[in-house]
């Protein structure tokens, strides 16, 4: 845990005063217990956990659920009204902004979440719902509400979002 923590600070501008940098150790706090088989380390760092994520809800606006599968690196670029639900996966260096949320589309389907990959950014307000799966180096547009899968090297844009390539730049590197 020692050694994602000073990964994961060392992409953030801000340093210790991060907001989303707290509320991902908050989250890795917590997904720690289930290295543990014994009820005596699993329940003290559970209620630990609880209280702990609570105050980051509270002080930020940010939920991530336990379950959650999140990668190296992630940067959570601004604070206020980011939900991401247990079930999602992210892969490394991802970028999340204010307002997103990795959720359900359908409440008779509460395990259905979000797969991202590596170096997914993620504009502000965007919505990404259901099971779908967002390839490497997707970027998704502020306010996008994404419900269908995004191939790698895309970008999604638009309610409901709409899939387009990125455009090769000379030197030979996707652009949007």
Known sequence: MAMSFFEDLKVYREGLLAQGFWALQVYRFGHL???????????????AHVILSKLIEIGTGITIGVTAKIGK??????CGAIVVHGCTEMGDDCI????????????DRPFDAPVLGNRVNV????????KIHIGDDVDVGA??????????????????ARIKPK????????TT
Request: no cysteine.
């Open 143 to 160: 306010n996008a509400v994404v419900v269908t899968d995004v191939p790698a090297n895309h970008i999604a844009v638009g309610i409901p």
């Open 33 to 47: 217990r289930y290295r543990f088989q014994s009820k005596l380390v699993r329940v003290p760092l559970g209620i």
């Open 167 to 174: 455009k090769p730049t000379t030197s030979g590197q996707p």
């Open 96 to 107: 999340i902004r204010q307002g997103v949320t990795f959720g359900i589309k359908n409440i």
């Open 123 to 130: 504009g502000a307000g965007a919505k990404l719902l259901g």
């Open 73 to 78: 690196r992630l940067i959570i670029e601004h």
